[in-house]
């Protein structure tokens, strides 16, 4: 079955520390995206890539990095520079209607 | 900038046909879209408007006015598995790889 997929469900860390969540797709899609979405609210956009080898800034990329070194993956890095990091990341990817996001099932990560 | 408003939560029941209103001040965007979440879940795509006007898509139906920077999503039949929270999107025009997502309203489905 095609899809996406985000490892771990639960990620906890010691402030201070990176971590890198992944994020896969099998949807042969080209574009992907992460957001950040904090208790009752929306989606806020971090980074997006439209091809490999390519990625922009969203809105709130400040303390993350990313890299789209293959199509099927786009790990995202919340450094030691993110000064709230705890939250649900979400990444997705889109195709051919490129207005239809597919979303993967989360990462909830928890930094003490 | 991309602002969007919708109400925090609406409560309707089983069986009623509720309208989740999406007010939003804009840029400029290609269009609106609607994703449904359920507690802890992944959002999920129900639709999407380029155009004014209604788009159909079984019981759920959304609208679009850009006149009137204004948008809906209407559910009918309402069954207790549709309570979830629900958020329009915009694309925007200046970026079409850029969404803004409202804040979300939560449905609460009562028997």
């Known amino acids: 079955d095609g899809g996406i997929t985000q490892s771990p469900k639960y990620l906890f860390r010691k402030e201070g520390q990176n971590v890198t969540l992944s994020c896969e797709q099998n949807?042969?899609?080209?574009?992907m995206y992460w957001y950040r979405q904090d208790p009752g609210q929306g989606l806020r956009l971090i980074y997006y890539?439209?091809?490999?080898?390519?990625?922009q800034k969203g809105d709130i990329a400040e303390g993350y990095s990313v890299s789209r070194e293959k199509k099927e993956s786009f790990p995202l890095t919340v450094t030691s520079a993110q000064k709230n990091p705890t939250a649900f990341y979400l990444c997705?990817?889109?195709?051919?209607?490129?207005?239809?996001?597919?979303f993967g099932p989360g990462t909830r990560l928890t930094v003490t | 900038g991309q602002s969007l408003e919708q109400p925090s939560e609406v409560t309707a029941v089983e069986g009623a046909i509720v309208q989740i209103n999406c007010t939003y001040q804009?840029?400029?965007?290609?269009?609106l879209s609607w994703y449904q979440q359920h507690d802890g879940g992944a959002p999920t795509f129900l639709s999407y408007?380029?155009?004014?006007g209604l788009e159909e898509t079984g019981r759920f139906s959304s609208f679009l006015s850009r006149s009137d920077s204004y948008g809906y999503l209407l559910l009918q039949e309402l069954q207790m598995k549709d309570s979830a929270s629900y958020f329009c999107a915009v694309r925007d025009r200046a970026n079409f790889n850029k969404f803004y997502f409202g804040s979300g309203t939560k449905l609460n489905v009562k028997p």
């Open positions: 997705a990817s889109s195709g051919d209607k490129d207005y239809e996001q597919y």
């Open positions: 949807l042969n899609h080209d574009a």
């Open positions: 890539s439209q091809i490999v080898n390519d990625f």
């Open positions: 804009t840029s400029g965007f290609y269009g």
């Open positions: 408007n380029a155009l004014d």
